[in-house]
């Protein structure tokens, strides 16, 4: 049971504010990247709780943060539609939690571009699935 206890006590991240670059490994600052990047345009929801992204906040962060990686980023339909599929519990903001199923996705597309990867799941749709109706590609 000690034996356990000292495995799970040796795992626990430890997370400094934000290492010096010269200090940090590419991952550990691409890490500070994504999760700063969220509360650089999250906003703290009416009634205190977690920030989260309001469908304003999260157009912004597509259009300037990710116009590279997705297209369509600058019209509110296909932004809208995203947002829809990613606010998983319909409260009209994206936690931290469903903006990761964002990256998660981003990741799988990197990896099949740059590593040879198998093709990644299908890009985010619309809530009703068409993909004509709009959402955001991954550019080529």
């Not at 991240?13 to 990047?37: D, F, I, K, M, N």
């Not at 198998?118 to 955001?136: I, S, V």
């Amino acid at each position: 049971m000690g034996q356990s206890q000292g495995a799970e006590k040796a795992l626990e991240p430890s997370v400094p504010p934000v290492p010096p670059p010269e200090e940090a490994s590419p991952l550990e600052r691409g890490l500070h990247a994504v999760v700063g990047t969220f509360y650089q345009y999250a906003g703290a929801p009416g009634g205190g709780g977690e920030p989260s992204l309001d469908p304003r906040a999260f157009q912004g962060l597509l259009r300037r943060e990710l116009g590279h990686q997705l297209s369509d980023t600058g019209h509110p339909e296909a932004v809208a539609a995203v947002f829809a599929l990613l606010d998983a519990n319909g409260d009209r903001r994206i936690s931290f939690a469903e903006y990761w199923q964002l990256v998660a996705w981003l990741c799988h597309v990197l990896r099949h571009r740059h590593y040879g990867a198998a093709a990644p799941p299908g890009p985010p749709l619309p809530p009703d699935g068409d993909p004509a109706a709009g959402g955001l590609g991954d550019e080529q």
